[in-house]
């Protein structure tokens, strides 16, 4: 299950826990609470040192120049192989995909227009991912090997953004 969701279960149950902490209760068929469980905030030094940092949802020059940008702040090289975008696009890392300490990767839409328009980075980008970003409103979410959540973020339009910062390159 994940975060917010209720599941009656009566056995058979498998499943995990986030390494970032969260309370289980567990209720009688009548809905009082008999039990709670909180787990204390055990995440890996991965999922303490990868970020979603930047993306572009809504580029002028089309949807195939669709992006994210993921940084590793850690002082460790990342190695996402078989790590997956489960929420927002679909994208699966391939074997030894690594970030190296204090660097950036570019998911992209079409990884070939996105290296066409950036050559100086193109050993940076990787792609190409399913689904697309919507110009409104997504969750993105980051997922290790196990399944477990790296880091999650939900864009909105709106705001108090500048004009350019929609499309025009703010």
Known sequence: PNGGNGLNIQDGYSGQLSARGETVTLKRPDNTVASTLTTTPDPSPT?????ITELDFAPVAGKS??????????????????????KGIGFTFSTNTVIA????????ADAAAIASKYPAIAAQIVGNYNNRLSNTSDTIRLEDVAGNPVDEVRYFEGGRWPGLADGGGA
């Open 47 to 51: 999922q303490q040192h990868l970020r």
């Open 65 to 86: 120049f669709e992006w994210l940008e993921l940084h590793n702040v850690g002082t460790n090289a990342i190695n996402l192989g078989g790590w997956r975008f489960s």
């Open 101 to 108: 300490p204090g660097g950036y990767l570019v998911v992209a």
